[in-house]
Each structure stands twice: as structure tokens, then as C-alpha cells.
């Protein structure tokens, strides 16, 4: 993620539902997207992702590098042919919902469920900005409503790193001191805070988990971890410690983590998509991203590589923030879906391809 110096939320407008359904893949004509995010309610598709006009309100083209400059959206899509085609149903979500401020500047990443009532249950990562240099602390958030978006917010974030830094800290997570938190140049000698992307999985003895973005030394990515809990009309995020991935020392950060099961071997298997950035001067041609997959017996691990090769996914250059179709798989294939990066090149930065196929072997 480039960073950016200023941010011009009245200079962008967020297009109305486009009326054709998209085949296969998602190539929006008036929007970049990206990450992803989905349900399936009565076998209806609900896919998410992070979305921002393709063009300022006054018609300046807006480039993949200039993304921080705006405030983004959470965009929805329907499928009721699995994956065949997708209807475009709008924005859901935008920033500025929580009154403490921990989303003021931005949205980003996280995902959806269906709770035993009928709800919907969204995390998402709220942006506050602190300074003009701290423009990316990062807040972890949850919220209900239906599949049309959430509609009761908290008054404040669950988890947010300057609140919470000591407690965070004793968890066992890395936080630098209090006034580098979220800053433009990142942390330490590493990139920018992670504490983002919360994903919120319901084990089979129903305890919600949720599972986000995360570091535990400037440059050693992490999965946090976190047992939900409903208190009163809202859900709490319990922390628990970091999940440790084996190849860690092969990338910095590891985002948008995403958990399914295993029904043949009752395994669950997690996805992250790494990224292996240093610092935040480093240009992006010298970045490498993938997709990840690990197994486990347990859904805190230790988790081990899928593949004899490693945990990298061969065969799906360019994609980014994916997530498993399902929450359960069988005889050893998951469907994912996921966007293109800025790197794909042509007219598919920044969206959808369509539902891959993997074999596990």
C-alpha cells in the first residue's frame, strides 16, 4: 500500500449500482476494486470488497498510487448462480460511523457473517488519522445488520492500538511507541502498522473467533487472534495471542487472513496474503505479493505449509486479498475468488477474476 500526503474526501463520489451483471469476472467500468470479502445466505453469494471511483468528482483519473488520497466504500455484489455472474448492489458502508473517531479518515478490509438470528455480523477496519504523519492507525470494528450493510454501530472501536498498546503489547504483539503508531513512514525499521482485516469465523462448538492482520517485531508478520463475545447489544473482542506462521521470515505482512474447514480430514486450513515490503520508501517494483495456505488440527495451530514447496499458491500470479468460496471444502479442492493486483497489467488492475480452482494435493 503506497502512502500518500493528504486526502481529498470531497473530490470523490461513489457510483450508483451498475445495471449489467458482470460474467465471470468483475471489471467495473467506473470502479477500482479490491480485496475481498463473502457469505453465502440461502445459497445466494454475497461477495465485499474495498471500493473507490475510477475518477474524481470533477473527472481527474484516479491512479492506484493515489488511493490513500480518498476515502473508500465497502461494495457489495450478488450471485445466485454461484459465482456465474454477479449483480452490482451498491455501497454498504463508508467512513465516519463510530463516534470516538476511530474510523474518521477511512475504511478498509474485513469480512461477514451470518449469525444463528438472521443478522449479519461486519468487522472492518476503521483508519482514524491522528496528525497529517499519522494517517494510518488502525482500529479494529464490528457491526450488525443485513446483507444490505450494517445498521447499529458501537460508540467506540473494539480494539484500537493507542487505547489498547499495553494491553495489545502483554498479548504478545508488536506496537512501537505510542506517537509512531499509524505513522506515514511506518514502524520501527519495517512498513506500516497491521492491525487491520478482522475475519470472523464460527467454530463447529459455536465460538466466534475473529482473526486479523498483525505483527510481532517490525518486519515478522502475525495472525491475531481474538474470541468474540456478545455483552450487552455489542460484540467484545477477547485477545488472545498471536498466531505464528512457519515461513514468517519470508514476508512482513500478513493481510486479510481467511479461515475455512477441511470436512474430509477436519483440518481447517488459513489463507493470508502476504506481502514481503520493508519499509515504506521501498518502490513497488522491488514488492512481491502472494497468497498463502496453511493447515492445522486446531484453529490456533501450529499451522504447517499445504504444499511440499512452501505456502505459496502457484498459479495465481497477481491475485490478492482472496478469500474460500465456502467455509468448508472437500475432497481436496477450495474455490477462491479474489482481485487482480496493480501488477496484472492490460485492463485488469484492480478486478475480479474469476472463481479459481486449487487442488490440495
Known amino acids: 500500500m503506497t502512502m500518500a500526503t493528504k486526502i481529498l474526501p470531497n473530490l470523490v463520489n461513489t457510483p450508483e449500482p451498475y445495471p449489467e451483471k458482470f460474467v465471470g469476472e468483475i471489471v467495473h467500468p467506473g470502479l477500482w476494486l479490491w480485496d475481498s470479502w463473502i457469505v453465502r445466505v440461502d445459497g445466494t453469494l454475497h461477495l465485499y470488497c474495498l471500493g473507490l471511483a475510477r475518477v474524481t468528482s470533477v473527472g481527474a483519473p484516479i491512479t492506484v498510487f493515489e488511493f490513500n488520497d480518498y476515502p473508500f466504500h465497502f461494495r457489495h455484489f450478488v450471485s445466485d448462480d454461484n459465482g456465474?455472474?454477479?449483480?452490482?448492489?451498491?455501497?454498504?458502508?463508508?467512513?465516519?460511523?463510530?463516534?470516538?473517531?476511530?474510523?474518521?479518515?477511512?475504511?478498509?478490509?474485513?469480512?461477514?457473517?451470518q449469525l444463528a438470528s438472521g443478522e449479519v455480523l461486519f468487522g472492518y477496519t476503521g483508519i482514524e488519522h491522528k496528525s497529517p504523519t499519522r494517517r494510518f492507525v488502525q482500529t479494529i470494528n464490528f457491526a450488525v445488520g443485513?446483507?444490505?450493510?450494517?445498521?447499529?454501530?458501537?460508540s467506540e472501536s473494539q480494539s484500537h492500538p493507542v487505547r489498547d498498546r499495553e494491553t495489545i503489547i502483554q498479548a504478545g504483539y508488536y506496537l512501537p511507541e505510542e506517537g509512531r503508531i499509524g505513522?506515514?513512514?511506518?514502524?520501527?525499521?519495517?512498513?506500516?502498522?497491521?492491525?487491520?482485516?478482522?475475519?470472523?469465523?464460527?467454530?463447529?462448538?459455536?465460538?466466534?473467533?475473529?482473526?486479523?492482520?498483525?505483527?510481532?517485531?517490525?518486519?515478522?508478520?502475525?495472525?491475531?487472534?481474538?474470541?468474540?463475545?456478545?455483552e450487552g447489544n455489542q460484540w467484545v473482542a477477547k485477545l488472545q495471542a498471536p498466531?505464528?506462521?512457519?515461513?514468517?521470515?519470508?514476508?512482513?505482512?500478513?493481510?486479510?487472513?481467511?479461515l475455512c474447514v477441511d470436512k474430509d480430514t477436519g483440518d481447517y486450513l488459513l489463507m493470508i496474503s502476504s506481502c514481503n515490503r520493508l519499509h515504506e520508501q521501498q518502490p513497488d517494483g522491488e514488492i512481491t505479493k502472494g497468497l498463502r495456505l496453511y493447515r492445522s488440527k486446531t484453529i490456533t495451530g501450529p499451522w504447517k505449509s499445504v504444499f511440499g514447496h512452501g505456502s505459496l499458491i502457484h498459479g495465481l500470479d497477481h491475485l490478492f486479498g482472496a478469500s474460500f468460496v465456502d467455509r468448508e471444502i472437500s475432497e481436496k479442492t477450495a474455490k477462491l475468488i479474489a482481485p487482480y493486483t496493480g501488477k496484472i497489467g492490460g485492463d485488469r488492475p484492480m478486478t475480479f477474476a474469476p472463481i479459481q480452482t486449487i487442488h490440495l494435493g
Open 146 to 154: 443485513g446483507v444490505d450493510g450494517p445498521t447499529a454501530f458501537p
Open 243 to 258: 498466531i505464528r506462521l512457519p515461513d514468517e521470515n519470508e514476508y512482513t505482512q500478513a493481510e486479510v487472513p481467511k
Open 183 to 230: 505513522h506515514n513512514d511506518g514502524e520501527g525499521d519495517g512498513p506500516i502498522l497491521a492491525w487491520r482485516d478482522p475475519f470472523i469465523y464460527e467454530a463447529h462448538d459455536g465460538v466466534l473467533h475473529a482473526f486479523w492482520s498483525a505483527k510481532v517485531e517490525p518486519r515478522i508478520p502475525a495472525v491475531a487472534h481474538a474470541i468474540l463475545e456478545k
Open 84 to 113: 456465474k455472474t454477479w449483480q452490482d448492489h451498491g455501497a454498504v458502508l463508508h467512513p465516519r460511523n463510530l463516534s470516538d473517531g476511530s474510523d474518521n479518515g477511512n475504511v478498509w478490509s474485513g469480512s461477514v457473517h
